[in-house]
C-alpha cells in the first residue's frame, strides 16, 4: 500500500483534518500513554457514535491515547460517500494509522472489524508490529459479499441496471444507497477462504441477535484465525448496534483484558 502525501491542520471544532488524496479526513486525537486506541466505524457510521464515545471515555479515564477518524463520505470528513470503497476507505485508515505512534490496539465495530483486519495485514506486510491487539464488534469481514448475499433479488437485478440500489434501513429514515462500485471492489480485499493471521491476540464482541451480521459470520471468523489467540464473547441478547449501557460495559471489560494480555 503506496502511503499518501498527508498534511495536518486544525479546526475550531478541536478536529484535525488530514489530506489523503483529494479528500479532507476528520481526526480526533486525545493524548496518553500506549497502548492507543484506534478506532474504525461501520458503513454510514462516525466517530461521535456511542461505541466510538465510549472508547474515548475509557481512554480518558485510563490515561490512553485514543484516534477516531470519520471515513470520507462520513460524519466531519469531506468527499463523496457514493464514490466510496473499502480501498478507498482502507487507504484513509492507513493514513491516519500512520499519524500515530508506539502500539496501537484496533477497535472495529462492523464493516469497521473488516478494515481492522485488512489494515493490520497491510501494516505486517509493510514490516510494522505496532499493532498488538484487535478488538472486533459484530465485524462484518467480506461485508460486500455480505450485503450481496442479503440483498433481494430485485435489487441485484437493479444494481446490475443502474449501477445502485437505495435499501430501507432499521438505523434511518433515509434509505442506503449501495453501490455496485463498493461491491466490485470488496471483491479485491476478501479474506475469508484463507488463514487469516494477524500477529496479536483478537477479542470478538457479536450480539446472538444480530440480523445485520449474523453470529454465525463471527464464528466463521472465527475458525479462519488457525494462529492467534481469539475470545469470542457471545451477548445473547445483543442486537447489531452493541450500544446499550450492559454492552458498553462488556466492551470497556474486552478492552481492559486485550490490554492485561
Known amino acids: ?96 494509522f500512520d499519524t500515530t505512534s508506539g502500539p496501537q490496539i484496533l477497535i472495529g465495530s462492523s464493516m469497521g472489524g473488516w478494515l481492522a483486519l485488512l489494515l493490520s495485514r497491510a501494516l505486517r506486510r509493510r514490516g510494522s508490529d505496532r499493532v498488538v491487539g484487535l478488538l472486533l464488534i459484530a465485524p462484518a469481514t467480506d461485508m460486500t459479499e455480505l450485503m450481496l448475499a442479503q440483498m433481494p433479488k430485485k435489487y441485484q437485478k437493479l444494481l446490475d441496471k443502474q449501477g445502485y440500489v437505495d435499501t430501507p434501513s432499521e438505523y434511518s429514515a433515509d434509505p442506503y444507497r449501495i453501490n455496485k462500485a463498493l461491491l466490485d471492489d470488496g471483491k479485491q480485499h476478501l479474506l475469508f477462504g484463507r488463514e487469516i493471521e494477524t500477529g496479536c491476540p483478537v477479542t470478538i464482541l457479536q450480539g446472538a441477535r444480530d440480523k445485520d451480521v449474523p453470529k454465525e459470520h463471527s464464528m466463521k471468523l472465527v475458525q479462519h484465525l488457525l494462529t492467534d489467540p481469539v475470545t469470542l464473547t457471545l451477548v445473547p441478547d445483543g442486537e447489531h448496534r452493541m450500544s446499550r449501557p450492559q454492552d458498553l460495559a462488556v466492551l470497556e471489560k474486552a478492552i481492559e483484558q486485550l490490554i492485561a494480555h
Open 1 to 96: 500500500m503506496s502511503k499518501p502525501v498527508t498534511k495536518l491542520r486544525e479546526n475550531s471544532n478541536m478536529a484535525e483534518f488530514l489530506s489523503v488524496g483529494d479528500r479532507q479526513i476528520a481526526v480526533l486525537r486525545r493524548a496518553g500513554r500506549g497502548p492507543g486506541l484506534f478506532w474504525l466505524s461501520g458503513f454510514r457510521s462516525d466517530m461521535t457514535g456511542s461505541k466510538a464515545v465510549a472508547v474515548d471515555s475509557f481512554g480518558e479515564s485510563h490515561g490512553l491515547g485514543v484516534t477516531r477518524f470519520d471515513y470520507s463520505g462520513h460524519g466531519q470528513s469531506g468527499g463523496d460517500f457514493n464514490l466510496g470503497t473499502i480501498s478507498r476507505w482502507l487507504e484513509e485508515a492507513a493514513a491516519v
